[in-house]
Structures are given as structure tokens and as C-alpha cells.
């Protein structure tokens, strides 16, 4: 989570841009961070250098890489959705991870760190979205690795082609229609979202 957002990084979400861009353009469009400084219970828990480091913890680097992929911008929602996708695909993770963030990013966490009941939720969504997807544990993939290329093939190599994020965003704004995050979020053609994507029947 970051800091106080600038209008242009309200603004800002990665789904809108071409996929045929490489990764390395899309990061340096990237708008700067105007955190001074993560606080330490956030460290705590989402550093993978802390010892009590929850699964599916990433540097700062991977986790903006995980925006791109998802097509996510830089609102709360976004960032809960990022936060609890990630974890999903660490498929070791620990049953009581999730709620373990969950309750600290609602409770215990601070000013703009702190999750709404809302950004709660779509934590706890995407965190079983992430665990039913084929995507592998995001917290391992070498970014760095991929940043020359397009960003259609980078989500190819993961898994997470534009027709799984759609059902994916599709079910997000069946929830949670009214906010700024799901309004912009890629559209769906698709006309359903599998259950096995949802979890719903």
C-alpha cells in the first residue's frame, strides 16, 4: 500500500495499455511513489526479509510487476486485490495466512494502510480467485527476467491470459459495482463467470 495518491496515480490503471508494450515500458510509466517510509507492522508481515513474513510477501519491484500483470491501478481496492491475489497463488500458504492479514489490515494497520470492510472482502476474494487459478506462486517469478517482454506474453508464460482477468474483473464488479476500482475494471464479453473461477454455484 502506499502512501497519500497523487491525482495521476488515482487515474492511473495498466489495463488500458497496449499488451504488445513490454513489461520495462509499462514499469517506467509506472507514477512514483510518494511513500516516505513503509511503517513497520507492515514490514512485519508483508517483507519477505521479515522473519514473520506472511506468504506470498514480495519487494516492492514484484509486487508493481504484479499490478501490471492484473492490469490493476493504484486505489485501495486495487491494492487489497494485488495483496490477496498474490497470496492465493502461494498454494503452501498456511490456511490461517489470509486471515491473519485480513484482521491486521483492518484492525491493527494504520491510515492509508488500513483496509475498509469493502477492501477486507475483496481481499479474501482474490485470495480464492488466485488459489482456484492456474497462475503460479507470483512471489517466485523472476520479473526481472521478463521485462523485455510484451506483456501478453509475460501473462501467456503465467497463465494469465486477458480472457481469465475479464471473468475474473467480471465477478469483482457483480459484487462490488458502485466503486471507482470496478467501473474501470477490463470489461468482459463473455456474458458468465465459471464457478470454478468465482467459487460461487
Not at 486477458?162 to 475494471?185: D, F, H, M, N, Q
Amino acid at each position: 500500500m502506499r502512501a497519500e495518491l497523487t491525482p495521476n496515480q488515482k487515474s492511473w490503471t495498466p489495463w488500458l495499455y497496449d499488451s504488445r508494450l513490454t513489461l520495462r515500458q509499462l514499469y517506467r510509466q509506472l507514477p512514483g511513489d510518494t511513500a516516505v517510509g513503509t511503517p513497520w507492522y507492515v514490514k512485519l508481515l508483508e517483507n519477505p526479509a521479515s522473519p514473520l513474513a506472511l506468504a506470498g510477501a514480495v519487494d516492492l519491484f514484484t509486487h508493481d510487476c504484479i499490478h501490471l500483470v492484473l492490469g490493476r491501478g493504484l486505489l485501495p481496492q486495487d491494492e487489497a486485490f494485488v495483496l490477496g491475489f498474490t497470496m492465493g497463488t502461494n498454494r503452501a500458504s498456511p490456511w490461517w495466512h489470509p486471515h491473519v492479514l485480513g484482521f491486521c489490515a483492518r484492525h491493527l494497520y494504520r491510515g492509508i494502510y488500513r483496509f475498509s470492510e469493502l477492501e477486507r472482502h475483496v481481499f479474501r476474494f482474490a485470495f480464492a480467485v488466485g488459489q482456484l487459478s492456474p497462475v503460479p506462486s507470483l512471489r517466485l517469478v523472476d520479473f526481472r527476467a521478463l521485462l523485455d517482454e510484451p506483456l501478453d506474453r509475460v501473462r501467456a508464460k503465467l497463465g494469465l491470459d486477458a480472457r481469465l482477468l475479464s471473468e475474473i474483473y467480471a465477478g469483482e464488479r457483480l459484487r462490488w459495482p458502485e466503486t471507482s476500482a470496478s467501473r474501470r475494471l477490463g470489461t468482459s464479453s463473455l456474458g458468465g463467470v465459471p464457478s470454478a473461477v468465482t467459487g460461487e454455484a
